[in-house]
């Protein structure tokens, strides 16, 4: 096995130059560099992480906890941590919980024993992200706001996103509005909620609640739902639907009984469906801005990283955007 002192031979320097162009790079000549570079090269030296990691004291790798990367939003916002974590010569490791307290808990420790240099974290419980203050780990929530924590967080302003698209479906003449989402539990989902029940009072429309279901972000409940809804004597005239994966079930439960999205019920969802490009008719959608929330999420990690005794607070509220396709009618 090849070690520091066989590339040392080689390169006709000392063991410590090789040290010095491992670990600190800045403190050697740009030539001498590039020639300990092109010997290791030759002779396939790979140097080791975890000796770097001690004597630079940093891992230089991001921790993920998210709680579903099949969402079509977190995998795009995890791609895009990916990239923006890599300009930086940080590399990535994801924990996916399932919405679960127990596994994001585990995720968490397991992160910490692996000794990332920090977190970025989409929390379920307010417990996990007390357990990070305390053992003083830097991390950024995202996606959810924890009122009972300080902390630092980037946020989508879903309850703007979720207003917009409820006035858009009311400037169609819908009033009859049926409502996917989840048990009421997490900060979007909440948020999201509130917003549709504003626009519904500012419009005086009366029972916004009558056909609000709870899906659990769940596919095959918004399946069931959708069916249960569209087959009632008074029907809603248009879904909003919280995400993507309770938008893919209405879609599917719409074909399921031969009706046509936009000319028998009109659909808004939160976050692009897979496929959102090709699929018709276009399904009008609220986007968030992916990559902001990405970017700003690892620059603040960093900057936390880089200045640990810091009392600096960041907080960030990204406006998202209605996407208009074509699945949203006027009321026949």
């Keep these: 096995m090849l070690t520091i ?32 570079c092109q010997t290791m090269e030759h002779l396939g030296y790979q140097p080791s992480h975890i000796a770097q990691s001690l004597v630079r004291k940093r891992t230089y790798t991001l921790g993920v906890v998210m709680p579903n990367i099949k969402n079509t939003f977190f995998n795009s916002w995890f791609r895009s941590l990916e990239e923006h974590a890599k300009s930086f010569n940080y590399t990535l ?12 808990m585990n995720h ?17 419980s307010c417990d996990t992200v007390s357990y990070l203050i305390k053992s003083k780990m830097p991390f950024v929530v995202a996606d959810r706001f924890i009122p009972k924590v300080k902390s630092d967080y980037v946020l989508t302003d879903h309850y703007a996103g979720a207003f917009e698209a409820v006035e858009y479906l009311v400037s169609l003449g819908h009033k009859k509005i049926a409502v996917l989402k989840g048990p ?16 519904m009072k500012k419009h005086n429309i009366k029972d916004p609640e009558l056909y609000v279901r709870n899906c659990d972000f769940q596919e095959s409940l918004a399946y069931e739902a959708v069916k249960d809804l569209l087959g009632r004597r008074d029907p809603p005239t248009a879904i909003f639907s919280f995400n993507s994966i309770m ?46 929330l990405a970017r700003n999420a690892v620059q603040i990690l960093l900057k936390k990283i880089e200045h640990p005794n810091s ?10 955007k209605l996407i208009i396709g074509e699945s949203c009618g006027y009321v026949k």
């Design 311 to 320: 009392r600096k607070k960041y907080r960030l509220f990204l406006k998202p």
């Design 93 to 104: 490791l994801l924990g996916d919980t399932g919405e679960d307290i127990k596994h994001e």
């Design 247 to 292: 938008t893919i079930g209405t879609i599917k439960a719409v074909q399921s009984m031969k009706l046509s999205i936009r000319d028998n019920i009109s659909l808004i969802g939160f976050d692009a469906i897979p496929g959102q490009s090709i699929f018709r008719p276009a399904i009008t959608y609220v986007l968030q801005p992916i990559e902001d």
């Design 108 to 124: 968490v420790r397991l992160l910490h024993s692996h000794r990332v240099d920090g977190i970025i974290i989409v929390p379920h």
């Design 5 to 36: 002192r066989d590339v040392a031979k080689k390169a006709k320097v000392s063991v410590m130059t090789i040290s010095r162009v491992i670990n600190n790079p800045d403190k050697v000549s740009a030539k001498t560099y590039q020639e300990i």
């Design 184 to 199: 009421g539990l997490i900060y979007p989902d909440i948020e999201r909620f509130r917003g549709f029940l504003d626009v």
